[in-house]
T-cell receptor, first 113, second 110 residues
Framework: EAQVTQNPRYLITVTGKKLTVTCSQN?????MSWYRQDPGLGLRQIYY???????DKGDVPEGYKVSRKEKRNFPLILESPSPNQTSLYFC????????????FGSGTRLTVV | ELKVEQNPLFLSMQEGKNYTIYCNYS?????LYWYRQDPGKSLESLFV???NGAVKQEGRLMASLDTKARLSTLHITAAVHDLSATYFC??????????WGAGTKLIIKP
């Protein structure tokens, strides 16, 4: 089954404790992206990647890191999480031309206390 | 810079009624996408509209695209409770990025 897999689904952590949210796709998609979703603020892009070793900032990159060492994986790293990063996070992937739009992962609900 | 505006942002309606959600965008694009999101869940692709005049239908939902007017509509026919969700439109910009509308929260009452 074609899918984007995110882990974990839920995470509660403490301020300053580094964490990684993993994202993997099995569709051989070139393009991958991370979004956060907050009530009243819609979907905001954090980082995206056009292909392996090519990443770029989205609208809200502060406090986040990403890497794209392999085509299928695009982890999101929070080096020192803060409470304002409490949010619902989505990974998405697409073919290079975005012909069919994005396929989204199931989401990761992160709470930073 | 491409901007996408959806309206209404919130819609409460009775089962059996028809209604339309509008998605306007500010600069030229010929690709538009509609997604559905249930509370706390992921986004599910509904329609991909790739050219002027494109019309897609799935069950009680029908989407259309008018690239000259920079407008897409999502029409709901004879609404049922199961269609309660938040609906997003997204438009592709010149850099192949999807620019998202704010979403329309639809509540359908029995």
């Amino acid at each position: 089954e074609a899918q984007v897999t995110q882990n974990p689904r839920y995470l509660i952590t403490v301020t300053g404790k580094k964490l990684t949210v993993t994202c993997s796709q099995n569709m051989n998609h070139e393009y991958m992206s991370w979004y956060r979703q907050d009530p009243g603020l819609g979907l905001r892009q954090i980082y995206y990647s056009m292909n392996v070793e090519v990443t770029d900032k989205g609208d809200v990159p502060e406090g986040y890191k990403v890497s794209r060492k392999e085509k299928r994986n695009f982890p999101l790293i929070l080096e020192s999480p803060s409470p304002n990063q409490t949010s619902l996070y989505f990974c998405a992937s697409s073919s290079a031309d975005r012909f069919y739009g994005y396929t989204f992962g199931s989401g990761t609900r992160l709470t930073v206390v | 810079e491409l901007k996408v505006e959806q309206n209404p942002l919130f819609l409460s309606m009775q089962e059996g009624k028809n209604y339309t959600i509008y998605c306007n965008y500010s600069t030229t694009s010929d690709r538009l996408y509609w997604y559905r999101q249930d509370p706390g869940k992921s986004l599910e692709s509904l329609f991909v509209l790739l050219s002027n005049g494109a019309v897609k239908q799935e069950g009680r939902l029908m989407a259309s695209l008018d690239t000259k007017a920079r407008l897409s509509t999502l029409h709901i026919t004879a609404a049922v409770h199961d269609l309660s969700a938040t609906y997003f439109c997204a438009v592709m910009d010149s850099n192949y990025q999807l620019i998202w509308g704010a979403g329309t929260k639809l509540i359908i009452k029995p």
